[in-house]
């Protein structure tokens, strides 16, 4: 598989899991109300594909270590996620980078072309 795959994987479970978590953690928390219910004036919550392009969305922002501060965590559950989520992304980012890196500087160089 290529490195593209496990990111799209990667990307899939982070989803998966912020859903979990802000669908959960509403039962368990009382003075701290998750994203679900932080946004749940825009989100719909029976709308399934909603939600996950919204989560989607959400990971790739944090990721990409862009972080819009458009939507946010509401818990400190979901503020260490986001912190994890933020040092896998960019490790990720630099391992790319290490492949890129080491593509361009090495023996061949596209001398062949």
């Not at 953690?25 to 701290?32: G, K």
């Not at 825009?42 to 990409?64: P, S």
């Amino acid at each position: 598989m290529t490195i593209m795959t496990y990111m799209l994987y990667m990307v899939h479970i982070f989803a998966c899991i912020w859903i979990y978590i802000g669908d959960k953690t509403s039962y368990l928390l009382e003075n701290e109300s998750p994203w679900m219910i932080k946004y749940a004036s825009t989100l719909d919550r029976d709308d399934k594909y909603q939600m996950y392009v919204f989560a989607l969305y959400w990971v790739f922002t944090i990721i990409a270590t862009v972080g819009y501060g458009d939507y946010t965590g509401g818990t400190r559950i979901e503020y260490c996620i986001s912190m994890v989520y933020e040092f896998l992304g960019i490790l990720f980012v630099s391992f790319w980078m290490f492949c890129i890196n080491s593509i361009a500087n090495s023996e061949n160089n596209f001398k062949n072309f």
